[in-house]
T-cell receptor
Framework: SAVISQKPSRDICQRGTSLTIQCQVDSQVTMMFWYRQQPGQSLTLIATANQGSEATYESGFVIDKFPISRPNLTFSTLTVSNMSPEDSSIYLC?????????????FGQGTRLTVV | AQSVTQLGSHVSVSEGALVLLRCNYSSSVPPYLFWYVQYPNQGLQLLLKYTSAATLVKGINGFEAEFKKSETSFHLTKPSAHMSDAAEYFCAVDRDDKIIFGKGTRLHILP
């Protein structure tokens, strides 16, 4: 398994500001993933963060809006930039363990963001 | 591309009744499938996973799921619902080393 710590657990932010979410894993992992869960919706993958390279963004997500850092194999940050009320969501960090024939995902507790 | 479809965004069952949450997958090859549960105000927790070792997969909290290739289904069941089972359940598939989630089904347990 993997222990994932996310900070902050929740925040209320003013529109137009930015929030950086931190994700710390208890062991080294190659890839870290950032998901968004909008109210009443499923999880949507924002991007995949590899250490030492730029993050890979999914369709509909761009680096200017969601810059990601991955300075080492146990840590990543996601910034939600120039926030609007539509960015109010739960943001989750995830890592996957390779089981040899499939991957298994583990999730942080999430960051509940409310933009006012 | 591999994906999953969950039928029913909300399911209500009486306490003690059978729980059945439906999930169908689309894939040209046998996928790796998962069920995750999200309790209110908590993170995601893996319930069970299918990795082709056995078609009937048993998970935590009395849940199980059966992989049926002929029906492209991976429905989640529990013989007797408990109030503590009230949560959001997500079917997911492993696609290109990424976990892709279905839209989720909220399970309500009626007393």
């Amino acid at each position: 398994s993997a222990v994932i710590s996310q900070k902050p657990s929740r925040d209320i932010c003013q529109r137009g500001t930015s929030l950086t979410i931190q994700c710390q894993v208890d062991s080294q992992v190659t890839m870290m993933f950032w998901y968004r869960q909008q109210p009443g919706q499923s999880l949507t993958l924002i991007a995949t963060a590899n250490q030492g390279s730029e993050a890979t963004y999914e369709s509909g997500f761009v680096i200017d809006k969601f810059p990601i850092s991955r300075p080492n194999l146990t840590f990543s940050t996601l910034t939600v930039s120039n926030m609007s009320p539509e960015d109010s969501s739960i943001y989750l960090c995830s890592v996957e363990r390779d089981r040899g024939y499939h991957t298994e995902a583990f999730f942080g507790q999430g960051t509940r963001l409310t933009v006012v | 591309a591999q994906s999953v479809t969950q039928l029913g965004s909300h399911v209500s069952v009486s306490e003690g009744a059978l729980v059945l949450l439906r999930c169908n997958y689309s894939s040209s090859v046998p996928p790796y499938l998962f069920w995750y549960v999200q309790y209110p105000n908590q993170g995601l927790q893996l319930l069970l996973k299918y990795t082709s070792a056995a078609t009937l997969v048993k998970g935590i909290n009395g849940f199980e799921a059966e992989f049926k290739k002929s029906e492209t289904s991976f429905h989640l069941t529990k013989p007797s619902a408990h109030m503590s089972d009230a949560a959001e359940y997500f079917c997911a598939v492993d696609r290109d080393d990424k976990i892709i989630f279905g839209k989720g089904t909220r399970l309500h347990i009626l007393p």
